[in-house]
């Protein structure tokens, strides 16, 4: 091959003939790492329509069954949220920031509309299932003020399984 590196060879470099071949490789259809690969064509809807419910099935199996995948999962959700998200307000009035935190820490508990977990709870379940599934729905549900919540809104939690992937 008769390209050169000009830069390279100013600064003292060799610059074997492999290296030269090397920038046309990934390209090529001869060799051990090209025989065999097939690429597809179809873009990322159509891989997607296709494939999404068994990858979804095999990756919940791994993470039941396969003690790599649980811990990889666990690592994951625990370096994304820790112990979970939370405020700190910034009121310039300290009466005003005690009684924002007061209302967060009374609504945490009465913010799953399936009255399971807290705040924290739901955070953990979202992150575990967008590591696990690829996607979690958030649906935020307004309820009325006499529903005697702190903060008149819950949230529900909903798997990616309930959207047509036939549909984009």
Known sequence: MSRTYPV????GFVVPT????????SAGTRGARAKSWHASSAGPNASVVQNLPLMRHRARDAIRNDAWAKTAIARLVSNTIGTG???HPQHPDATVRR???QLWDDSTSELDAD???DLYGLQTLAAR???SDGEVLVRRRLRSPQAG???PLQIQLLEGDLLPVTKN
């Open 99 to 101: 009684e924002q935190k």
């Open 85 to 87: 998200v939370q405020p």
């Open 149 to 151: 919540l702190a903060v």
């Open 115 to 117: 009255g399971v977990h």
């Open 8 to 11: 390279l060879a100013q600064r």
């Open 18 to 25: 492999r290296l030269k071949a090397a920038a046309y490789e």
């Open 129 to 131: 299932a967008f590591f």
